[in-house]
């Protein structure tokens, strides 16, 4: 029986991530933090690439089962399957992903998965006018792209509400006052 949570926190570029993934490591106890990013090669090559690190990375957390350390996740398989989507790269991963996401839903944790957005989509530009972001070659992020995303993201959390029952799917709108946003969060992961 699971003692530990897996929580994967995902959506578009502006959403909020990382503040969130930063509020849960530091609030919920025993919790290690991974950003990913996937692979940049956005090539048919890079199918390969991205099917074995998350493969390993499965295996990885497998051996992470029981031992009362939660994991969250800012990104994993499930933004490489959105950009395949949205033809970031050249190649499709859903069979891959399918393959991914029913390994996942089998491991032995308490797992979420959180769909971060925001209703009022204006909110994307100012966001994503940082100076800080990250621009990768294969995806210049513009907000007209974090909507396409936020559509894609959101259609995703209904597939895997839907379709794996071991996987708590929780959607969350992000552009709400930040004590607000904590809250929620800690209500859902009850911390």
């Given amino acids: 029986m699971a003692n530990s949570k897996l929580i994967v926190v995902e959506g578009p ?15 919920l106890k025993y919790t290690n933090l991974y950003r990913l990013c996937g692979t940049s090669d956005s090539t048919p090559s890079g199918k390969k690439k991205a099917e074995d690190m998350y493969l390993d990375l499965l295996e990885y957390i497998k051996k992470l089962e029981n031992q009362s350390i939660n994991l969250v996740f ?15 790269k050249e190649y499709k991963f859903t069979d891959v992903y399918e393959k991914l996401v029913e390994k996942f839903n089998n491991l032995d ?9 925001l209703e009022n989509t204006d909110n994307y530009l100012k966001r994503l006018m940082r100076n800080d972001k990250a621009v990768p070659e294969y995806a210049k992020f513009t907000a007209e792209s974090s909507i396409k995303q ?11 509400e839907k379709n794996y029952k071991n996987i708590k799917v929780f959607k969350i709108s992000n552009d ?11 209500d859902i992961l009850k911390f």
């Fill in 150 to 160: 936020q559509i894609a993201y959101l259609q995703m959390a209904d597939e895997i």
């Fill in 74 to 88: 800012d990104r994993t398989f499930f933004t490489e399957e959105i950009y395949c989507r949205l033809d970031f």
């Fill in 176 to 186: 709400g006052d930040e004590q607000e946003i904590k809250s929620k969060i800690k």
């Fill in 13 to 27: 570029q502006g959403a909020g991530k990382t503040t969130v993934t930063d509020f849960i490591r530091h609030g």
């Fill in 109 to 117: 944790f308490d797992i979420y998965y959180i769909t971060l957005y």
